[in-house]
């Protein structure tokens, strides 16, 4: 039996969207959503861009401070709130060294007037972790030298680095507290398609020699199909499906991951053209004002009275094999 490094329990974040007392309005940008993710593994998480996918990484390390729900982390309770009731929370201070985030966008979060040096030292320097300099400029490099750069670059500014290189100093500055838990959030949506690879194949190698646990996201499924083990799919802040990556694109039980398995071009023009392209139309509901019932159902081929009228359950359809669907039997 794996152990549960993390567990998020029906998580919950409304953002503020004006409005006074009772016309108060709130972007649900997570709503109810809950899953586990094992030591050693990677969670991918997906979905359309806007679906809440940040918000579930950031409020899950409590870089926000959720609205509802339940974090643990490695078998203690850090987090526990019921909407507007009584609030249970851990100081974040040890955990700020255990659990981490990389960045989607390396240039915005780099500061372009520190060294790279110093960048990757800053996490260091805040948490006491080297006894003086000389220890200090050696782990820098150590960690340069982990993430595929060297001690060359410790004197340059973050401008003067490609994307790739920039994406790899973010992961070096990560690494720097020896995390166990890396939220990575579309670490590689900003690069070139031909750097995606070696920078995913880097976080592979890192997860194996550092026993690393990763929450892996992206907007798009075939970048975290071969890096994760399992996968979980959101759409406007519901979880709608979660599966072993195998499963999930070889046995998808939502329409909405349907969707999106279909949109991943297939190399062989053969299989291509006999394969069926599901495009969904419109656009996806504001998070602000979402359908009622079945978030999805607005832009789902099976949607019918009873998508409107009551939310789908979020259930264990087969061993491991997690969705919420009233027509889960129409996709198979
Ligand atoms: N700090 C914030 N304040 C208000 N709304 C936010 C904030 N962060 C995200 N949102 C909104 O929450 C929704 C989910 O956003 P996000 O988690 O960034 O999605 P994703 O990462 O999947 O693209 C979006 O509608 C976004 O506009
Ligand atoms: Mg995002």
Known sequence: MHEKLVEVEHLKQYFPAGGFGKNRRYIKAVDDVSFYIHKGETLGLVGESGCGKTTTGRSLLRLYEPTAGKITYDG??????????????????????????????????????????????????????????????????????????????????PHEFSGGQRQRVGIARALAVSPEFIVCDEPVSALDVSIQAQVINMFEDLQQKLGLTYLFIAHDLSVVKHISNRIGVMYLGNMVELADSFELTAHCMH??????????????????????????????????????????????????????????AWKEVKAGHYAACHHLDKCN
């Open 76 to 157: 203690k309770v850090i987090f526990q709130k019921e909407e507007g009731g009584a609030r249970i929370a851990e100081s974040m201070t040890p955990y700020r060294k255990k659990m981490h985030i990389v960045f989607q966008d390396p240039y915005a979060s780099l500061d372009p007037r520190m060294t790279v040096g110093d960048i990757v030292g800053e996490p260091i320097d805040i948490h006491n972790l080297a006894k003086d300099k000389k220890e200090r400029y050696d782990r820098i490099i150590e960690l340069l030298r982990q993430v595929g750069l060297n001690s060359e670059h410790a004197n340059r500014y």
């Open 255 to 312: 329409p909405y991951t349907q969707s999106l398995i279909s949109a991943i071009p297939i190399a062989d023009p053969k299989v291509a053209r006999s394969s069926k392209r599901i495009v969904l139309e419109g656009d996806v509901p504001s998070p602000l004002n979402p359908p009622s019932g079945c978030r999805f159902r607005t832009r789902c081929p099976y949607a019918d009275e009873q998508c409107a009228c009551e939310r789908p």
